[in-house]
């Protein structure tokens, strides 16, 4: 007699539609909730050629509607998107362009959701694309890595770190300028990067790309003290057990955090290659330095998105295996960090993606939008990515694990 198979937690509800389609490609380029009940914003991003677009738009929480917001000054993709203390939102860096090669940008724009409109602001010290950016305590904002312009045919990694600085005063930031920080130990783009209680910034993986058309993913950690020094201090920590790429990070605790998924390169055993074979989890204390395995489940996946839900438990939604001919995964997850830690089978989207924006709403509840449906020899035209404009939103039932 077969057991039966437990009932999938959550649900979905399909909600408006984004004005246009779109895909975000980076760690921190997707949607944010905005403060004071603004709704979430969404900026810039891919169109179905990969060309950066200029678009905006804001997603009401009353009405369940996202109308088409003031556009930006500069087209981006591969950009960050950071709200501060005051409510306003910096928008840093990416690239406009859309080949491989493409230029950096250094300009940088802030939002204003009560006048709902948009200012140029100081620039980057440096041009680049595939950063990250995270809020240090104080309302500082870290923008750490990323990809600029090597040669005409060519790009590299950063290792370079610089910071926003509000000028004193965080309801302020209009007049804000860039500070050089201590750069990295390591070059590197498309990292996580997170903030623990206390103000140290933990950052992990992404990848260095080694030829004009390659690039290697990395396993290698460090932990930024914004407290040592003018300019701060570097300290590279234990390295995650294998590369990762297309990875997320989110905080487990005040003093913890977890690396889910990504392409983690390596082999079978029996002479295939499969580097998606397991959904795996790490968790780092930083405490120790370390990092410790958690309960790996099947369906490996990277470019998919990890929101908390709330006591301990965390979405893994959407995701692919291959972001060159791949078709976006439908498939959801809840995983439950408390105790041995374990997996809860979710409802599925009603449209598989990757490269999406995701942002919680409230504790258990989850805004999907946008995204790469298909792309390459899976879609139906080979040179162009099927993206979508729907928007989901999930809501914990039944607890998980």
């Known amino acids: 007699m077969t057991s039966p198979t437990p009932a999938a937690v959550g649900s979905w509800t399909k909600t408006g539609a984004l004005p246009a389609a779109a895909g975000w490609h980076g760690q921190d380029d997707g949607a944010v909730l905005l403060k004071n009940g603004k709704g979430v914003l969404l900026v810039g991003g891919s169109d179905a050629a990969s060309a950066a677009t200029n678009r905006t738009a804001v997603y009401d929480l009353t009405k369940r509607e996202w109308k088409a ?11 960050t998107v950071t709200v501060l203390d005051s409510g306003k939102v910096l928008v840093t860096g990416g690239t406009g362009g859309s080949g491989p090669h493409a230029a950096g940008l250094t300009a940088v724009e802030l939002y204003d959701p009560v006048q709902g409109t948009w200012k140029t602001v100081a620039a980057l010290r440096e041009a680049r694309w595939g950063h990250a950016a995270v809020l240090l305590e104080g309302g500082r904002v870290l923008v750490t890595g990323g990809c600029t312009s090597r040669s005409g045919d060519s790009v590299r990694a ?42 140290k910034v933990l950052v992990t993986g992404g990848t260095a790309p080694v030829s004009p058309g390659g690039e290697a993913a990395l396993a290698f950690c460090e932990v930024y003290d914004p407290g040592s020094g003018s300019a701060g201090t570097w300290t590279p920590v234990a390295s995650l057990s294998e590369p990762r790429s297309g990875h997320r990070a989110v905080l487990a605790s005040d003093t913890t955090a977890l690396v889910v ?22 968790r780092f204390d930083l405490a120790s330095g370390k990092w410790t395995a958690r309960p790996a489940t099947a369906g ?35 995983y439950d960090d408390s105790g041995p830690g374990g997996w809860s089978t979710a409802a599925g989207l009603t449209e598989g993606r990757w490269a999406f924006a995701a942002t919680a709403l409230a504790a258990g509840t989850v805004l999907v939008t946008g995204g790469t449906v298909a792309s390459g020899v899976a879609a139906a035209d080979p040179t162009k990515a099927e993206l979508t404009m729907t928007t989901e939103v999930f809501t914990l039932t039944g607890g998980g694990s």
């Open 69 to 79: 917001g003031s556009p930006l000054a500069f087209p981006r993709r591969l950009h």
């Open 158 to 199: 950063l290792a370079s770190a610089e910071i926003f600085d509000p000028k004193g005063d965080p309801n302020d930031p209009d007049n804000g300028s860039w500070t050089p920080a201590a750069p990295m130990t390591d070059a590197r783009a498309g990292h996580c990067a997170l903030v623990f209680k206390g103000g």
């Open 261 to 282: 998924g990504g392409a983690t390169p390596g082999t079978a055993g029996d002479g295939t290659y499969d580097p998606y074979a397991e959904l795996t989890v790490e």
């Open 300 to 334: 490996g996946r990277a470019l998919h998105r990890v929101i908390p839900l709330g006591s301990a438990k965390f979405l893994v939604v959407g995701g692919t295996t291959d972001d060159g001919n791949g078709i976006g995964y439908q498939s959801a997850l809840v």
